[in-house]
């Protein structure tokens, strides 16, 4: 982040099912008790055009896509979304919780369809430099509990979860070792627990490592 940029950026990160949206929504909630000016975003999407790309991505064919042109179509989504919206919040002195960001690029098209991470993360660097969120939560839980978490929702985004088992063991093991690579951005927690476990977890680790004035 440069330094004109003062707000926080926070990352969820995780396969399918693994209860994102509602800690964002309940970390917001207690950042927003605690005075802060709270942006909750996801991606992709997150602006009027990445959500336009979004519908690209979430629906059709399971293998529409080649793999480099999915890693694509998703930073092409993360240009308009941090352009558009998550580096003015910042700007702003805004705290941004975004449902994803670029290590779901990482996981997914990188372990999961089987890009080299190393070129994934160059083709970040190269549109983003280094711009990365200041905390990254990584919810983990075994890839038939996600799974069996996302039956019965609305199949019109479901796409990814149409994707091979393998797959998704694949990406899961992915999300763990870019936590074991960037343990000072990232942290793993157990998304096994119930809802409110897991809010508090998340409540003391942003706490802990950003100093959000939570109690
Ligand atoms: P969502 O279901 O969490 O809203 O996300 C839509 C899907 O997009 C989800 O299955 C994960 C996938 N995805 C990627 O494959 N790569 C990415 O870079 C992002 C942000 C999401």
């Not at 605690?34 to 790309?53: L, Q, W």
């Amino acid at each position: 982040m440069n330094d004109t940029e003062t707000g926080r950026f926070i990352t969820f990160e995780g396969g399918e099912g693994a209860g994102k949206s509602t800690q964002v929504s309940r970390l917001a909630a207690a950042l927003g008790s605690a005075g802060k000016t709270v942006v909750s975003t996801r991606e992709p999407g997150g602006s009027e055009a990445a959500e336009e790309i979004r519908r690209l991505l979430v629906s059709g064919a399971v293998d529409r896509w080649q793999p480099d042109t999915e890693a694509l179509l998703h930073n092409a989504a993360r240009v308009e979304h941090v352009a558009g919206v998550v580096r003015p919040a910042l700007g702003a002195g805004k705290w941004v919780i975004s449902d994803r960001f670029h290590d779901s690029t990482l996981a997914y098209q990188g372990y999961g369809h089987g890009l080299d991470p190393d070129r994934v993360a160059a083709l970040h660097a190269l549109i983003f430099g280094d711009f990365r969120p200041d905390l990254t939560l990584i919810l983990d839980l075994p890839v038939a509990d996600g799974l069996a978490r996302t039956q019965g929702r609305d199949g019109a985004e479901d796409r990814y979860e149409r994707m091979s088992r393998d797959f998704h063991e694949r990406l899961r093991e992915g999300f763990l070792a870019i936590a074991r690579a960037e343990p000072d951005r990232c942290v793993v927690i157990d998304a096994t627990a119930d809802e409110d476990s897991v809010h508090a977890r998340v409540l003391a680790v942003v706490e802990e490592r950003l100093r959000a004035g939570l109690d």
